[in-house]
């Protein structure tokens, strides 16, 4: 066990250290503190090594101040998201008195495509959502030389794969496209998986296309205590059967919450951009397309690691 418990360690530490980066115009930042009740008392064992665990630190509060403990939540979270948005992250058990020991933890990324789309080419093109109703939105567009393939299911359904990098190509954005558009997304996604995603990474081809990429921002609320359920996590939730006794000896430690925030804006410039849309006409290209028109899956992958650090869906960009 205490092998594997110092395996666990170094593989969190390597994680950490190969995903945070701030060069060449690109930030990401990973951080998680640990927020123990004054009355809690912990394992000098586990004290000792919670500060090797991806940047983590260890935080005095007080639980019977619920407004303090908020307040001081608040104020960790936004130093480690630099412009992030906080709203709707409290911890609704920060504010009970029963609380012992709150974990929480931030990512945050920012970054500028390598090439960037030109404000002046993006139009009002249609978008056909997962409902089937059409919509006009601001669409990005640009021609480039990419990384692009075609793949297919077990079950022979076709979708495209395009890799849109950021500034010094280590980190990019992929984006996987049902080839026709009676392809429910649902029917490509039941297939994504790491050894996919790597699969897919290593079979693109260098093409010159027309890229067509409608703007978007994503926010996101998850509560983690249905998703650890899924995975068989369910003891930890539990007040009867939860065993946390290497990180104190008391018996009354339990998980009671767990939530999962995530935000992702994409505009012309890879970051936050401002300015009026402007309508001009493309002409016609006999160039290949990726026209991203409905629904359609992206990740954000570390070249180096292969680690996905956002994934998610578009069904309506507005």
């Known amino acids: 066990m205490v092998v594997a418990y110092q395996s666990a360690q170094d593989f969190l530490r390597t994680v950490y250290e190969g995903v945070t980066d701030s060069s060449q115009g690109t930030v990401v930042q990973l951080a998680c503190s640990f927020f123990v009740d004054a009355g809690t008392q912990l394992s000098p064992h586990f004290t000792a090594h919670a500060a090797r665990w991806a940047n ?29 948005d906080v709203r709707g992250m409290l911890l609704e058990t920060a504010r009970s008195s029963l609380s012992q020991v709150a974990l929480v933890s931030t990512m945050y990324f920012r970054s500028t495509w390598q090439k960037k789309f030109s404000l002046m080419d993006t139009q009002m093109l249609p978008f056909t959502t997962s409902e089937g109703s059409t919509l006009k939105v601001p669409t990005m567009h640009h021609t480039a030389e990419v990384n692009y393939g075609q793949f297919q299911t077990a079950a022979l359904e076709a979708f495209s794969v395009v890799e849109l990098p950021y500034l010094g190509e280590k980190h990019s954005m992929f984006l996987v496209l049902p080839s026709h558009k009676r392809t429910p997304l649902s ?32 926010q996101s609320l998850f509560d983690l205590k249905t998703v650890f359920s899924a995975l068989g996590v369910k003891d930890a939730f539990d007040p009867i059967t939860a065993n946390f006794k290497g990180i104190s000896d ?29 309508m001009v006409l493309l002409k016609r290209s006999r160039t290949p397309i990726f026209k991203a028109d409905r629904p359609f899956t992206f990740f954000l992958r570390q070249a180096n690691t292969g680690s996905v650090l956002f994934i998610g869906r578009v069904t309506n960009p507005s």
């Not at 996604?189 to 703007?215: G, V, Y």
């Not at 012309?268 to 300015?275: H, I, N, P, Q, V």
Request: without cysteine; negative net charge; proline residues 2%.
């Open 187 to 218: 029917q490509i996604e039941s297939h994504l998986s790491a050894k996919d995603i790597t699969l897919w990474a290593n079979s693109l081809k260098r093409t010159k296309m027309d890229i067509f990429l409608p703007r978007f921002s994503i």
């Open 56 to 84: 983590s630190s260890l935080q005095q509060t007080n639980f019977t101040d619920p407004n303090r403990t908020t307040a001081q939540i608040q104020e960790w979270i936004t130093s480690n998201l630099a412009d992030g």
């Open 250 to 278: 008391q018996d009354s430690l339990y998980i009671s919450e767990a939530i999962h925030k995530a935000e992702i804006e994409i505009t012309e410039d890879g970051t936050k951009a401002s300015g009026a849309t402007a």
